[in-house]
Nanobody, 124 residues
């Protein structure tokens, strides 16, 4: 099993920045990909960003490209999501997730492990 604990959410104003963290523990060696997803009230969970533990190739949803940056600290088994120039439409519950797939997936169903979510609220 893999345990994921997300943190760093909060209430900010439009244009501000936040950094989310996701600490992984357990059988982390069984996972290849770490991703961030978000879910706003009444909407489906959507892909935000992902990267492999072993490579620095990063993948982003078009809606966050150029504003968000995913990174990882292998020594700390932690993945980060730096969010800049936040917009009210970024308001959502943000989840980190881990996948055992070798190809970076964007579908939530491809991720076997999920953190508990951290709320990000952006006021206008």
């Amino acid at each position: 099993q893999v345990q994921l604990v997300a943190s760093g959410g909060g209430l900010v104003q439009a244009g501000d920045s936040l950094r989310l963290s996701c600490a992984a523990s357990g059988r982390t060696f069984s996972t290849n990909v770490m991703g961030w997803f978000r879910q706003a009230p009444g909407k489906e969970r959507e892909f935000v960003a992902a990267m492999r533990w072993s490579r620095e190739n990063t993948f982003y949803a078009d809606s966050v490209k150029g504003r968000f940056t995913i990174s990882r600290d292998i020594n700390k088994n932690t993945v980060y999501l730096q969010m800049n120039s936040l917009k009210p439409e970024d308001t959502a519950l943000y989840y980190c997730a881990a996948s055992t797939r070798t190809v970076v997936p964007t579908a939530p169903g491809a991720y076997a492990y999920w953190g508990q979510g951290t709320q990000v609220t952006v006021s206008s």
